[in-house]
Each structure stands twice: as structure tokens, then as C-alpha cells.
């Protein structure tokens, strides 16, 4: 029987993708959730313990979807773009919120 296997074959490559782009791309949609909210930056409230399990919760994700990828190429391609677009909008929104003050 010959099927195609639509596993990635270099999956410690796509996991690696996961971890290091990942994790950017998790703390860059907890900062822009942490904007949304007006997060204060106390970590003992409700809502910085709330923007800390997004993030754990968040990474979780992006590994798994990381496996899903055909290849590592792709993981790392589409992982790592995501990162840079999310921690960009990042950026641009608190220049702006300071009123353009870094």
C-alpha cells in the first residue's frame, strides 16, 4: 500500500519553529491584549494573571499548530512572519498610545 504521509519529516525542526518564534508570537498577542484591557502591569491582578495564562495557554497553541505544518520551512516561514507582523503592531501601538514618545 503506498500513501502519502502528510506528517512533516524533520519535526524537531517545525517544533523548534513553535519554541522560538512562538513564544514571541504568544507575548506579542498578550501585549495587544494587555493594550485592549488597559493592563496596568501589575502582575497580581486579575488581569495580569489572566494576560499570563493567555500567553502559556497561547504557546501550547502555536506548538501544536507548529506539527501541523507539511514542513519546517513552512512552521518557521508562517510562525516567524506572524511574530514579526503581531510584535510590529505591538510597537506601533504604544508610539502611538504615548502620543508618539517612543
Same mark, same amino acid.
Do not use: E
Given at each position: ?5 502528510? =506528517?512533516?519529516?524533520?519535526?524537531? /525542526?517545525?517544533?523548534? &519553529? $513553535? +519554541?522560538?518564534p512562538? *513564544?514571541? %508570537? ?18 497580581? =491582578?486579575?488581569?495580569?494573571?489572566? /494576560?499570563?495564562?493567555? &500567553? $502559556? +495557554?497561547?504557546?501550547? *497553541?502555536? %506548538? ?15 510562525i ?9 503592531a ?13
Open positions: 500500500m503506498n500513501t502519502k504521509r502528510r =506528517s512533516m519529516r524533520h519535526w524537531p /525542526l517545525g517544533l523548534c &519553529a $513553535g +519554541l522560538i512562538g *513564544a514571541f %508570537l504568544a507575548l506579542g498577542i498578550m501585549i495587544m491584549a494587555g493594550f485592549a484591557c488597559d493592563a496596568q502591569g501589575d502582575p497580581f =491582578s486579575v488581569t495580569g494573571q489572566s /494576560l499570563t495564562w493567555l &500567553a $502559556g +495557554l497561547l504557546w501550547v *497553541a502555536v %506548538l501544536n499548530v507548529s506539527l501541523l505544518f507539511r514542513t519546517a520551512r513552512g512552521a518557521w516561514v508562517w516567524g512572519a506572524s511574530a514579526l507582523v503581531v510584535c510590529a505591538d510597537l506601533l501601538v504604544h508610539h502611538f498610545r504615548n502620543g508618539g514618545a517612543g
